[in-house]
């Protein structure tokens, strides 16, 4: 280890760069992933915040949740059979403040249950997101669709649906602004759940796919996140690969005198490790400060977890390209490299 702190020393610069380029696309990795994080949670943190269980879509929906219509006496049955289940629906739409000021909004009702708010006819229980716009308990909404009036009950946190508040009103007001009498989907929790014909169920991670634009989102977020997971195993890989031909004849010379390949492998994982711990060190102390700093309404969460996880594969991947950029040495004839060196 000696040798590769002092060639680390003495080739400040190279690896100076190196760990530079590591840290830049670490941090970029870190932002990218703490977008995505947030962005899901603004998406579906509805659904995200509901325990372990199983919905089910008619499978007429093509898994498609706006397309789904559970039939009413199907529905009776399941809630029948399950105490616990409940039947919900979902529609974006619009209301009116006082000031006749539009705020998009999730309108959701469901059948009473344990794991969404129960509100009263006239009644309207909204996102906390919407007091940033003015909206305060007891204030009066409409809807173009709705004959009568909303009050304001109250506030809940963190209740987002496809990046609109949540505002939940009674069934009997959701069947009259959109003249549906069927409700989309039925939730049962728990991991044990009986199949229903003309039904297709679907765990809470699977049905997150079901949301529009949830899987198309976070598909192309997730894909920057591991594209840039392999550039950087492939600057590790070529770095490495251009250090070790310009040491061939140093690594002859080592070989000559007895150190065995393996020793050579350790030196390079040694310089590897070094880089990359200090290099993401930078990286998560910056991510977490921008995680305190970043704008209120900006939908951004870097959790603990995820940083974990991230820093173990980029270490995964920096340790296989450093590895895959040695195998030269194997193939290194003492004799041969020194007098390759010497030309």
């Known amino acids: ?87 919900f629906s979902v529609q974006m739409g619009f209301v009116n403040d006082v000031e006749d000021k539009q705020h998009s909004v999730a309108f959701l009702t469901s059948t009473e249950s344990d794991v969404f708010e129960d509100v009263r006819e006239g009644e309207i229980l909204l996102d906390s997101s919407l007091k940033e716009d003015g909206i305060r308990v007891g204030d009066v909404l409409t809807n173009n669709q709705f004959s009568g009036e909303f009050t304001v009950k109250g506030f809940v946190d963190k209740k987002k649906y496809s990046h609109a508040p949540v505002a939940y009103i009674n069934i009997t007001n959701y069947q009259e602004m959109y003249r549906v009498m069927e409700m989309q989907t039925i939730f049962i929790p728990g991991k044990d759940a009986p199949a229903y014909n003309g039904l297709e169920s679907f765990s809470n991670k699977t049905f997150l796919n079901a949301i529009p634009s949830y899987s198309a989102e976070q598909m192309s977020l997730n894909m920057i996140i591991w594209f840039l997971v392999v550039i950087s195993g492939m600057l590790f890989a070529i770095f490495f690969y251009m250090m070790n031909v310009q040491k061939i004849g140093l690594y002859g010379i080592l070989k000559a005198i007895g150190m065995k390949t393996i020793a050579l492998f350790k030196m390079i994982w040694f310089q590897m490790i070094a880089i990359t711990l200090v290099a993401l060190s930078l990286s998560i102390g910056l991510s977490q400060f921008f995680n305190f700093v970043a704008p209120e309404g900006m939908p951004f969460h870097l959790s603990l977890d995820t940083v974990l996880m991230l820093s173990a594969v980029f270490l995964i991947v920096g340790f296989v390209g450093a590895t895959i950029s040695g195998f030269q040495i194997k193939k290194i004839e003492p004799l041969q490299a020194i007098q390759q060196g010497e030309m």
Do not use: C
């Not at 949670?41 to 007429?60: H, V």
């Open 1 to 87: 280890m000696k040798i590769a702190w002092k060639e680390m020393r003495k080739n400040k610069t190279k690896f100076l760069i190196l760990g530079s380029i590591i840290f830049l696309v670490s941090f970029l990795t870190f932002i990218i992933s703490g977008l995505a994080n947030g962005l899901s949670q603004d998406n579906a943190a509805l659904i995200k915040d509901l325990p372990e269980g199983q919905f089910y879509l008619n499978e007429n929906a093509k898994q498609t949740y706006n397309l789904s219509k559970i039939d009413t006496g199907l529905q009776e049955e399941i809630v029948k059979e399950h105490p616990q289940a409940t039947a």
